[in-house]
């Protein structure tokens, strides 16, 4: 991120007793200096492309394991494993972020889902802050079944919610599924995540989840 030299107060020297010109031009040198600094700040700040040195609180995370439910219609906490971009949040152990600054934020998720099951089933995804409901946060997914064993049914579930939250509140976001893959047990539905692959072409692994909170604005 480019950096922007914020100017600060100069230290004016104190007067004599009596006017000095001498005086009065090096008092007149500083503040023009200071504010030539101003003008630059503000200039670039309120450019076209001002936005480059500003910076807010966000976090980008991801999950490079497969994730599953227990068990039917039962929510799991998604999990993440990997921040990539955190100011102003904490990313905690027991998967949720915490806010460090009061505010709006937006969450955006995408999330890898697989059905292996022969019929359809859903899949609901929420968000809770301070583990409690967030109002209309709620976004259904419905996969239809596998084509055939061995050759499952795939979905990128994305979707972005804006909410409220104060300092020292966490953030976690669940899902649930009215079958969920059990292994040995029953076909159904889980998050995949796969490896970098070399083989037939080169590409990056797919994580499981990825997601983002974003900073707004002030509540």
Do not use: C
């Amino acid at each position: 991120m480019p950096t922007l030299n914020i100017p600060k107060q100069p230290a004016l020297p104190l007067g004599p007793g009596d006017y000095a010109k001498a005086y009065q031009d090096r008092y007149s040198n500083i503040l023009r200096l200071y504010f030539n600094q101003l003008d630059s700040t503000n200039s670039a700040l309120l450019g076209p492309l001002g936005m480059q040195y500003l910076d807010s609180p966000h976090i980008s995370a991801s999950d490079s394991t497969s994730q599953y439910a227990t068990a039917n219609d039962t929510p799991a906490l998604v999990s993440w494993n990997t921040a990539a971009s955190v100011k102003g949040f904490t990313l905690n152990p027991n998967n949720t972020a915490t806010a460090q600054v009061s505010g709006i934020y937006k969450i955006s998720y995408s999330l890898q889902f697989a059905n292996t099951a022969n019929d359809a089933h859903d899949v609901f995804i929420w968000l809770r802050v301070n583990g409690g409901q967030i109002p209309n946060s709620s976004s259904r997914f419905t996969l239809r079944e596998r084509k055939s064993a061995g050759n499952y049914n795939y979905i990128v579930a994305y979707a972005s919610v804006m909410f409220e939250a104060e300092e020292g509140d966490a953030v976690g976001l669940w899902w649930a599924t009215d079958q969920a893959y059990i292994s040995g047990t029953q076909d159904g539905i889980f998050m995949e995540a796969l490896p970098a692959q070399t083989t037939p072409y080169v590409r990056p692994a797919n994580p499981s989840a990825t997601g983002s909170i974003i900073f707004l604005g002030r509540a």
